[in-house]
């Protein structure tokens, strides 16, 4: 037997804990970097600075998502996306004849 079908499996809300369908959760990326800049007391040991970042997924329920206005941002990000995506379009056919 395999993977019932038609059922997303659940996930946990990473602000209130509460338990929510992954295809119901909304999904962000958060991003954390660790740098050791503040270590070093002379100039050779601040120009040795390690930095390093690293890329989570976090789940929230529809409810701590719209409390936290994760739905507007994510609206925005998508907005800037495809703004960035005409613009390079726009730039490849500037010198034909096509018109957009």
């Known amino acids: 037997m395999g993977r019932p079908r038609g059922r997303s499996g659940n996930v946990t809300c990473d602000s209130c804990g509460r ?22 007391d002379t100039e050779e040991e601040k120009l040795n600075d390690v930095r390093t970042s690293l890329r989570r997924e976090a789940h929230y329920c529809v409810s701590c998502g719209k409390h936290r206005r994760l739905f507007a941002k994510k609206a925005e990000m998508m907005r800037r996306r495809k703004d960035q995506w005409g613009q390079q379009d726009r730039e490849a056919n500037w010198g034909s004849n096509e018109r957009f």
């Not at 338990?19 to 503040?38: H, N």
């Open 19 to 40: 338990s929510v369908p992954r295809d119901k959760a909304l999904s962000m990326d958060k991003i954390t970097t660790y740098s050791t800049e503040f270590k070093g």
